[in-house]
């Protein structure tokens, strides 16, 4: 039973570290505080919902959602640069508007109402149905199966390996396609933009072009995140991005922590990890018995609070054990000194 | 190379903080030419720097770089023939990026930046032989994080990513002042020579006389937003600090009083 229910949350957790690496792009390579991303996520689910409802091949309306995401950054990013806005209040005005608008967006799917709060998407078909009807046919899945039951002796198996693999693909193209933009002209600005916006103002660039590009990639990719997850869970509901910014925070933190930041390549890497370790942590807890799925979102800010808190902790006492270390030397010294004295 | 008519700025106009920053400034500059700036606190030095850099526009008066009118031009738009070194070392680099990506922002100041590499192959050969001028090992460091660097070195670093795009106009406000004396020294060497090889137009603010005697072609001396007084290259060879502090007595009618300016 653990088995297939931490394959699942592997699963989730591959697809939410999309988003992850969104918030990524914000909160640290631009050092914009980003909150948009509690309404783009839902943007993305519902615009890809919506279309998938209305008949649309699930690719094309996933296509459409991660540009509806880049719109919505965009804007958090005309509010902070054109509106001169603070950045968290940009966001959290975008983030308010976009409840508005994912419930119209998700409207559009309704027959006799104008506004609309969830999608089921039960009998729809999505990137992954359409995904296993072609690995469905090439018998992967019953060798897994086989060998896990057979081989390790394991009395369940997932019920299919098609989802992990097409998910796991999605995301390595995506860190992969960020590291390499982050090493071009444009990304070495948008990083500089977050390092020290003087600075680069003085080699040609605008850093008002640069905000708002990196806010929108950054929302785009959390809408593909978002339309994924509808996807995935079948379901798209106006609610389902409540928090997330805390959980992308929690991803960056938890994968930066555990696998350092010394270069994009690590840091992208830990990210994802980040993103994975957080579902898998949110599973184990949902088992403890005491605890109900309702306080998610109180360990998540645990979390997060924790991991911020004990990084500070740990290297205050190393600072004092190096002192203490010193200071006997320096003792040690001054008795060997005052030995050669006498 | 640069051209600077009737420009006037006053600030917090209309309140009683009112200051009148910079009073009819006219300057010329000849391609080549080197100009050092001297003058006490509030002079207006920085503020023209800000008003050749585009930070800040004039209330009237016009900029002209290179035969072109830049006094509306946004900052970014005018860096492409700007480079400039701030007096804080920490300014004019990014420190969570290596050397390499740092000279490789600072290359493509003249291009449109676009989706290719930043560090090409055939750039980090440039950016070897360019850091190798230097003398500060930095060649062999190019993967290192520029927060690493000591101030001097990143003030070196920054003088190079200013320089080596060959601007217009170089601008050098007081980028020596923040430095320990021996290190100071290296970097005021660096600007000598890398001034002369790429034979930049320069205008330098200091507060330190000697400094602006010993380097450069031209002086001038700024005191409330005015040029007093401006010194030619035929007669900067001759001079000394008390010729300048005689001449500040003599326009002005009263003391030099900044210490500042003497010890630097």
């Known amino acids: ?342 | 190379m640069l051209k600077l008519e009737g420009i006037n700025k006053i600030f917090n106009e209309g309140t009683p903080d009112e200051k009148i920053a910079l009073d009819n400034i006219n300057l010329h500059l000849a391609p080549g030419d080197f100009v050092t700036i001297i003058g006490s606190n509030g002079a207006g030095k920085s503020t023209m720097m800000n008003m050749i850099s585009g930070a800040l526009t004039p209330d009237f008066g016009s900029v002209t770089i290179a035969d072109q009118e830049v006094t509306r031009l946004p900052e970014y738009k005018r860096s492409k023939y700007i480079g400039r070194v701030f007096q804080d070392p920490m300014a004019g680099t990014a420190p969570t990026m290596t050397i390499e990506e740092n000279l490789a922002i600072a290359y493509s100041r003249n291009t449109k930046r676009g989706l290719r590499g930043g560090v090409s192959r055939s750039r980090k050969d440039f950016f070897r032989t360019s850091l190798e001028k230097l003398h500060l090992n930095l060649e062999n460091r190019l993967n290192a994080k520029v927060g690493m660097l000591s101030g001097g070195e990143r003030q070196a670093l920054s003088l190079l990513m200013a320089t080596f795009t060959r601007p217009a106009i170089l601008l050098l406000d007081e980028h020596t002042a923040a430095l320990d004396p021996s290190r100071a020294e290296l970097i005021t060497n660096l600007t000598k020579q890398l001034v002369e090889e790429n034979q930049l137009t320069t205008l330098m603010v200091t507060h330190n006389m000697q400094q602006a005697i010993d380097l450069g072609n031209r002086l001038i001396m700024m005191d409330k937003g005015q040029i007093i007084l401006s010194i030619d290259e035929e007669k900067k060879p001759n001079l000394t600090i008390p010729d300048l502090m005689a001449e500040f007595e003599n326009i002005r009618g009263e003391k030099m009083n900044s210490d500042r300016a003497l010890l630097g």
């Not at chain 1, 519902?46 to 991660?66: E, K, N």
């Not at chain 1, 072609?134 to 899945?141: E, K």
């Not at chain 1, 299919?160 to 999605?170: C, D, N, P, Y």
Request: proline share 2%.
């Open chain 1, 1 to 342: 039973m653990l088995f297939t229910a931490l394959f699942g949350s592997v699963e989730q957790g591959i697809i939410y570290a999309i988003m992850a690496l969104g918030v990524y792009l914000t909160f640290r390579v631009l050092d914009f505080p980003d909150l948009t991303v509690d309404g783009s996520f839902v943007t993305g689910a519902a615009t890809a919902a919506m279309m998938i409802v209305l008949g649309y091949h699930p690719i094309l309306a996933t296509i459409t959602a991660i540009v509806a995401g880049f719109i919505a950054g965009c804007m958090t990013g005309l509010l902070h640069t054109k509106g001169k806005i603070n950045p968290l209040l940009s966001g959290i005005l975008m983030m308010i508007a976009l409840y508005s608008i994912n419930l119209r967006i998700m409207g559009l799917t309704a027959e006799n109402a104008i506004v609309r709060p969830n999608i089921p998407l039960l009998n729809s078909d999505t990137v992954f149905t359409q995904f296993q009807s072609f690995w469905g046919n090439l018998g992967i899945d019953t060798a897994l199966t086989d060998f896990l039951k057979n081989t390790l002796g394991l009395k369940t198996a997932p019920s299919t390996w098609g989802t992990i693999i097409i998910v796991l693909i999605i995301t390595l193209a995506i860190k992969f396609i960020a590291d390499w933009f982050l090493k071009t002209e444009v990304g070495l600005a948008i990083r500089a933009t977050g390092d020290n916006k003087r600075m680069i103002r003085s080699f040609s660039a605008n850093t008002d072009t640069l905000i708002v590009l990196g806010l929108g990639l950054s929302n785009a990719l959390v809408a593909f995140s978002g339309a994924l997850i509808a996807q995935y869970s079948k379901f798209a509901d106006v609610n389902m991005g409540i928090g997330m910014i805390v959980i992308g925070l929690a991803s960056v933190i938890i994968g930066e922590a555990i696998f350092g930041t010394k270069t994009i390549f690590r840091t992208t890497l830990a990210v994802v990890a980040g993103a994975i370790i957080y579902r898998i942590i949110y599973a184990v807890a949902l088992r403890i018995e005491w605890l109900d799925t309702g306080d998610m979102k109180l360990i998540t800010a645990v979390i997060v609070i924790l991991a911020l808190v004990i990084p500070q902790v740990l290297e205050k006492q190393r600072e004092k054990k190096r002192k203490a270390k010193r200071r006997i030397e320096r003792q040690h010294e001054l008795a060997q000194g005052g030995n050669r004295l006498a």
